[in-house]
């Protein structure tokens, strides 16, 4: 009878025990929408397949706006070139990554006997070929979308640059734009803003032919963030700092969430951040690989 009292006592010990060793563990869990959109995945699936077999494979621009990514695929034989590299390659392969290229640069390929591995995202494709055609029919095109970005620097291609690109609606003399204008969009901007855009120009009397371009599998991540971002009492948002998509989507958990951290790598992640028991949510950009948030959700759990 004692013997069993005391077995009794010491399982009741040892439950508490456990169970007050889960009351302060973190309580963590990865967005499982976040991660790479179906363009980045097909560029990566093409540079591996290539890689595995040969070894070696050059590619204009980032493959993917994430360091550890890149790093990762470096390893492999990714060599990562610009486009003034590019000029001085010859007889080598090269990969066009999801963004796109101008016309330039398969005219370039020609030349130089370079043999292009197109990845570039189907999305883009389809939007170069509307802006190709608006650009045969003599239309007024206007883009919004990032000064600079590889994206756009394709499109613009397509109009042999004479398109004209703006970030915000305050860059365009709205008095002095025709008054007939082909509004397209590049593929990773936010949907609300493009509309917004577009009834402005609208309410200032210009008549324009609307092009939704925008990729919903990007675009609608920011409805998906808001409702994922509340749930936790922290959030880590894992990013590559080049990517644009990334700083957007940062921001929008930032809203939603104050207690919203931006890191690149597990390394950056602070466990002073946390306190035991709370509940951490891990989410990344369309150009974060999932393998980096599961690493940043391991080192989590060390805390």
């Known amino acids: 009878m004692y013997l069993n009292l005391k077995k009794r006592s010491i399982k ?8 007050l060793i889960d009351m302060l563990k973190l309580d963590v869990h990865i967005d499982q929408y976040s991660g790479f959109c179906f363009g980045v995945v097909y560029a990566i699936e093409m540079a591996e397949e290539i890689l595995d077999d040969e070894g070696l494979l050059y590619c204009l621009g980032d493959i993917v706006h994430n360091d550890e990514e890149v790093k990762r695929l470096t390893k492999k034989g990714l060599i990562i070139i610009n486009h003034e590299e590019l000029q001085k390659l010859t007889n080598k392969k090269v990969l066009i990554r999801a963004h796109g290229e101008p ?26 070929n509307r802006i190709k055609n608006s650009f045969d029919k003599d239309e ?6 990032k000064h600079g970005h590889a994206e756009v620097i394709g499109l613009l291609g397509q109009t042999r640059n004479k398109a004209v690109v703006f970030q915000d609606i305050e860059e365009l003399d709205l008095p002095n734009l025709p008054k007939n204008i082909t509004l397209y969009s590049q593929t ?11 009834k402005v120009l609208t309410d200032n009397g210009i008549t324009i032919n609307t092009n939704d371009t925008i990729c919903r599998q990007v675009s609608n991540r920011d409805k998906e963030l808001r409702g994922f971002a509340a749930k936790f009492d922290h959030i ?9 998509n990334g700083k957007v989507l940062f921001n929008v958990c930032k809203e939603k ?8 790598c597990p390394e950056e ?6 306190k035991a028991g709370e509940s951490v949510g891990i989410c990344g950009a369309t150009s974060t690989p999932m393998w980096l948030m599961q690493k940043v959700e391991e080192t989590i759990k060390t805390f």
């Open 236 to 244: 880590v948002f894992v990013s590559g700092t080049k990517s644009s």
């Open 269 to 274: 992640v602070d466990a002073k951040w946390f």
């Open 103 to 128: 016309p330039a640069t398969y005219e370039l390929a020609i030349n130089n006997n370079l043999t292009l591995v197109d990845a570039s995202c189907p999305v883009v494709l389809k939007l170069q």
């Open 257 to 264: 969430n104050p207690q919203t951290y931006f890191v690149s």
């Open 188 to 198: 990773t901007k936010s949907t609300d803003k493009f509309y917004e855009i577009n």
């Open 140 to 145: 007024n095109i206007y883009i919004y979308g």
């Open 12 to 19: 009741k010990t040892f439950d508490y025990k456990v169970g």
